[in-house]
């Protein structure tokens, strides 16, 4: 079992940053890639991002690459999200996950991660 919370949500101005963190307790938290996923109010829950377990690959939703970065330190069983040059349309909730499996293949697909934290809400303000 792998239990995610995730924080550091709040309400930015456009054009800001914020850095969201989601820590793992339970299993060896450095062996699990983990995905971001947000969902905007009345809107399908999307990708944002992921991290393979080693740190060494990463993958972008085309909305977000070249703004947020993805990172971890599996020290401190903490993967991050550095969200920078802000829009409204990245307001959402996010959630990180992690595949039922360790050494599991980071993924695109939402079907493909089994445990969840309860979401961070992001709002920007234009």
């Known amino acids: 079992q792998v239990h995610l919370v995730e924080s550091g949500g709040r309400l930015v101005q456009a054009g800001g940053s914020l850095r969201l963190s989601c820590v793992a307790s339970?299993?060896?938290?450095?062996?699990?890639?983990v995905g971001w996923f947000r969902q905007a109010p009345g809107k399908e829950q999307e990708f944002v991002t992921a991290?393979?377990?080693?740190?060494?690959?990463?993958y972008y939703a085309d909305s977000v690459k070249g703004r947020f970065t993805i990172s971890r330190d599996n020290a401190k069983n903490t993967v991050y999200l550095q969200m920078n040059s802000l829009k409204p349309e990245d307001t959402a909730v996010y959630s990180c996950a992690a595949p039922p499996l360790p050494w599991a293949v980071a993924s695109t697909d939402s079907s493909e991660y089994r445990y969840w934290g309860q979401g961070t809400q992001v709002t920007v303000s234009s």
């Open positions: 991290i393979s377990w080693s740190g060494g690959s990463t």
């Open positions: 339970g299993r060896a938290f450095s062996n699990y890639a």
